[in-house]
């Protein structure tokens, strides 16, 4: 089939939702024709046709989002067998919904403006609408997605995960019938690193070569958790290292944030890490106490690398849901909580039978999660789409 893909950051380093358009590209490319429309691009892969999209704004951001539906609407309107779209477009056969609908958010999820939380439902609703009517913004992303989910003849929605798909249905009942769920997958299973390589990855990035070290990763780190992080490790012992990896324009911030817990000399804050593999290998411990994942890829390959993970319940974290607590996961009932996640991490490093045991298990898990399968799934996905259009 010849394939139209669009993601405007097609890159191993923006984050998990490009990581999994990425990863799908390369296994497609060995048997399809694939074109990727992108904005931003630093893969390289000679079986892959690049389609370069403009960018004329970076911000606003929701112009150049209606810039970029626009423009690949018309670019992919002939000659495509499938166009798949990890992007709010409102074209596309094929939607891979990788985060929470806006809809949900203002005015499913129970999101309140401001801090009218006591006020009635009715009032709520309200001061949304308003919030929303009096933003470009907004208007402009809940138009795209109410185009995008729409029902279509062909349309297939994916989500990744089954809490994402959970969300969805109740979002936009009419599009239930064209929902499937297809989770992330994985190339290669790494398996635990030597300790000569853990050495090495700390070396590298300017860790202790001591100690235990715990690995953070969160573009958007107040919403994955890195408050709370720090909060616990005030209450960890010394040797106890944190490497937090966040969006690259929010290193400061969060730098900040680590000194006013006075934790500078144990915490290294990083911007995206094109290598996350010397991460991975660096680590003892991956702490994810996210507020809101629709999966988190991230729990997946350190998994696959035999990092003991510690990772919010499902309603925070869609993973979550297919991970047993004490077996391949610690999992948090409520991430906010620093004591909870104190506990947590004090039991994965004091208790070694256990935290051998969750490397192990994770490894396993991660081993039944393979792209190749994801491919197929997919591929199955966009005959029933051509076949139905």
């Excluded at 990896?245 to 911030?253: H, K, M, Q, Y």
């Excluded at 006075?262 to 411990?285: I, K, N, P």
């Amino acid at each position: 089939m010849k394939i139209a893909v669009l993601s405007r950051n097609f890159s191993a380093s923006a984050g998990g939702a490009e990581r999994y358009a990425l990863a799908l590209v390369e296994g497609l490319a060995a048997r399809h024709e694939v074109h990727v429309f992108s904005q931003f691009r630093d893969h390289e892969d000679p079986r892959v046709n690049y389609r370069a999209v403009p960018r004329f704004l970076v911000r606003p951001r929701w112009i150049n989002q209606f810039f970029f539906a626009a423009y690949t609407w018309w670019a992919t309107r002939r000659g495509f067998d499938v166009v798949h779209s990890h992007e709010n477009t409102w074209h596309g056969s094929i939607q891979t919904v990788h985060v929470l609908p806006v809809w949900f958010n203002y005015f499913s999820g129970g999101r309140d403006p401001g801090r009218a939380a006591f006020l009635p439902k009715a009032v709520r609703t309200f001061l949304r609408w308003v919030q929303v009517c009096t933003s470009p913004r907004l208007l402009t992303y809940l138009g795209l997605e109410h185009l995008r989910f729409r029902p279509q003849s062909g349309r297939v929605l994916v989500c990744v995960s089954q809490t994402l798909r959970q969300v969805m249905a109740k979002t936009f009942p009419a599009g239930k019938g064209s929902l499937r769920v297809i989770a992330p997958g994985l190339s290669a299973v790494a398996g635990r690193c030597s300790p000569r390589e853990r050495t090495d990855a700390r070396t590298k990035l300017e860790l202790p070569t001591e100690g235990n070290c715990l690995l953070f990763v969160g573009k958007q780190f107040r919403k994955k958790g890195l408050p709370a992080v720090l909060e616990a490790m005030q209450d960890l012992a010394d040797n106890i290292c944190l490497l937090a990896i966040v969006a690259d324009e929010l290193v400061g911030e969060a730098l900040e944030l680590v000194h006013r817990h006075q934790l500078g000399a144990r915490v290294r804050v990083l911007g995206a890490l094109s290598m996350m593999e010397l991460a991975y290998r660096a680590a003892d411990c991956l702490v994810h106490p996210t507020l809101e994942d629709t999966y988190a890829m991230v729990v997946l390959e350190a998994m696959s690398h035999g990092v003991p993970v510690i990772v919010s319940a499902a309603e925070f974290c869609g993973i979550s849901a297919e991970l047993n607590d004490g077996e391949n996961a610690l999992i948090l009932n409520d991430p906010r909580s620093p004591s909870e996640l104190r506990l947590a991490i004090d039991r994965v490093f004091d208790d070694v039978v256990l935290g051998d045991s969750l490397s192990a298990r994770g490894i396993d898990f991660a081993r039944e999660r393979e792209w190749s399968e994801v491919v197929v799934s997919y591929e199955d996905v966009f005959r029933e789409s051509v076949a139905a259009r």
